[in-house]
């Protein structure tokens, strides 16, 4: 395994200025009843709000930009449940290189129809008895293909990392960030610019408790791999993270938190409700996990990163109903 971070916060700098003018720089939004309520000023880093709907942008427009002309000709190769398949899809849209995206057969209708709308050519897969990174390996050695993983890449981790290099621009230093975790590239990301801007703050990741294979990892000292969670936290149904993600996490992080999907809906709700934002269940981990512990964190300056937004309005529907 590696055992050293091979993703610096001088690759996140530069992942910013790379991505500068493609990505969106999203809104910090804050909330008085949110404040009230933990006692707290807290603050909420909107990447739902980003390009396609998601932080998976930034990291795939960073590492397909740094294509060679010959990788670009012949193009990318991605497996992801939906996000990353949208940033991939889109990113080498507007890069000019044709893209394909391996998704499972479960995938949100809304992920995979902007997928193949960005352009993507989607590869079916069933994720809970195929391997979807030998199916993504197995398509780049055939076709000539550059894999874009969608979280274990160091270029993918540096444009992660941009969307907590700006909420600490917008903010200034915090006590405690609250970043949603699936196989690692976005906490990583967060911690390299949380320990560069706020070293202080203390960083949390969270991820859902019939996933946790991050706590995990984290309490064992090394991956720890599980079976596909079932969680309706999609973009966190991973089983393991990452060689690059890992070390940085376990370097740089305080402690992964877990979450249930009941809270992620009371949060999706509270959302809608309040915020007037549509927040899919993966992006509403942060602020479920600092919900639970709203009464360590009275009187704090409290940064949550709600990851993305994209989810069916049917499905939305019958959790905000439910």
Do not use: W
């Amino acid at each position: 395994m590696n055992t050293t971070a091979s993703t610096t916060y001088e690759d996140v700098v530069a992942a910013a200025a790379r991505i500068a003018g493609a990505a969106n720089r999203t809104p910090v939004l804050t909330s008085r009843t949110v404040d009230e309520e933990f006692g707290a000023r807290v603050f909420f880093k909107c990447e739902n709000l980003q390009r396609m709907g998601a932080f998976k942008f930034r990291g795939a427009y960073n590492a397909l930009s740094k294509f060679t002309p010959q990788q670009r000709s012949r193009g990318v190769v991605a497996f992801s449940s939906g996000n990353h398949a949208q940033a991939v899809a889109l990113a080498a849209r507007l890069l000019g290189m044709p893209a394909t995206i391996v998704m499972p057969h479960d995938a949100p209708a809304a992920k995979v129809a902007a997928t193949r709308g960005y352009g993507g050519n989607v590869v079916i897969y069933d994720r809970y008895t195929e391997d979807r990174e030998q199916i993504g390996r197995a398509l780049a050695d055939q076709h000539g293909l550059t894999l874009i993983p969608p979280y274990d890449h160091p270029d993918v981790i540096a444009g992660q990392g941009t969307a907590a290099k700006e909420l600490f621009e917008e903010t200034g230093p915090l006590d405690a960030f609250f970043v949603c975790l699936g196989g690692g590239g976005l906490l990583a990301g967060s911690a390299l610019s949380t320990r560069a801007l706020a070293p202080g703050c203390k960083l949390y990741g969270v991820e859902p408790e019939a996933g946790n294979d991050g706590q995990q990892s984290f309490r064992a000292g090394a991956i720890v791999h599980i079976d596909t969670p079932k969680t309706i936290a999609d973009g966190a149904q991973t089983q393991h993270l990452g060689q690059h993600t890992f070390p940085i996490i376990r370097r740089d992080v305080d402690d992964i938190l877990t979450v249930t999907d009941d809270e992620l809906v009371a949060c999706m709700r509270f959302f809608a409700e309040r915020m007037k934002i549509v927040v899919e269940p993966t992006g509403c981990l942060g602020f479920a996990a600092a919900r639970r512990m709203r009464a360590e964190l009275k009187g704090k300056r409290v940064g949550i990163l709600v990851s993305g937004g994209n989810i069916d309005l049917a499905r939305l529907g019958g959790f905000l109903a439910g």
